[in-house]
């Protein structure tokens, strides 16, 4: 028996419980990649079924074993960006969830990691992660993100001349403001306010 290509013909064939069994016996097997590549295959699985709860668990896994691998095997850069996507999932797959309390640490450290280089290719990431750590009262960190995450988009509008991404923009500085005014920071509070009533303008 083969339980890889068991797995993978069941899931082919949308039978996702049987291809989630077979999966299974694959998570301490082949090398570091393959085993984040099975619990990504299992988070998949568990997603298809509506256990989102179990499927978060294993994007979790997939999150840790990026951060967990060395140099050689993947640049840090890469696998930071590709743990981050994973965790974002987890999260939101685990919402509601007491395990989040565990995993919402976890993803944030991630996310500030990654943000390390500024919000440019991240802007989706940051204006998810603000109003994320909003919803978990982390409003300082929140109001971070999303700030920073609408002066890139502000840049991006101005440049392109977009309509939609200004839109975008003026409601990433407004919720910039709300969460930096529940942070106490009247001084990013007071500029995302002024920001975002100004592209709110018709043109």
């Given at each position: 028996m083969s339980h890889l290509i068991d797995a993978i013909q069941a899931e082919a064939l949308g039978d996702f419980h049987t291809a989630a069994e077979h999966y299974r016996h694959l998570t301490g097997s082949g090398s570091s990649m393959d085993r984040i590549g099975i619990y990504q295959a299992l988070a998949r699985c568990?997603?298809?079924?509506?256990?989102?709860?179990?499927?978060?668990?294993?994007?979790?896994?997939?999150?840790?074993?990026?951060l967990a691998l060395p140099d050689d095997a993947m640049a840090k850069d890469e696998r930071q960006y590709l743990a981050?996507?994973?965790?974002?999932?987890?999260?939101?797959?685990?919402?509601?969830?007491?395990?989040?309390?565990?995993?919402?640490?976890?993803?944030?450290?991630?996310?500030?990691?990654?943000?390390?280089?500024?919000?440019?290719?991240?802007?989706?990431?940051?204006?998810?992660?603000?109003?994320?750590?909003?919803?978990?009262?982390?409003?300082?960190?929140?109001?971070?993100?999303?700030?920073?995450?609408?002066?890139?988009?502000?840049?991006?509008?101005?440049?392109?001349?977009?309509?939609?991404?200004?839109?975008?923009?003026a409601r990433g500085y407004a919720l910039a403001h709300e969460a930096a005014m529940k942070a106490g920071n009247m001084q990013v509070a007071q500029v995302a306010k002024m920001r975002a009533t100004d592209l709110s303008q018709p043109q």
């Open positions: 568990h997603e298809k079924l509506g256990d989102v709860k179990s499927a978060g668990q294993w994007r979790r896994k997939a999150g840790q074993g990026y981050l996507v994973e965790y974002r999932n987890a999260v939101q797959d685990l919402a509601s969830d007491p395990a989040l309390k565990e995993v919402a640490p976890e993803y944030k450290a991630v996310l500030a990691e990654n943000w390390k280089g500024g919000p440019e290719g991240l802007t989706h990431e940051g204006l998810f992660g603000g109003v994320f750590l909003m919803g978990l009262g982390d409003h300082a960190s929140a109001a971070r993100y999303l700030f920073d995450s609408a002066e890139a988009i502000s840049e991006q509008a101005s440049e392109a001349g977009d309509k939609a991404l200004r839109e975008a923009a």
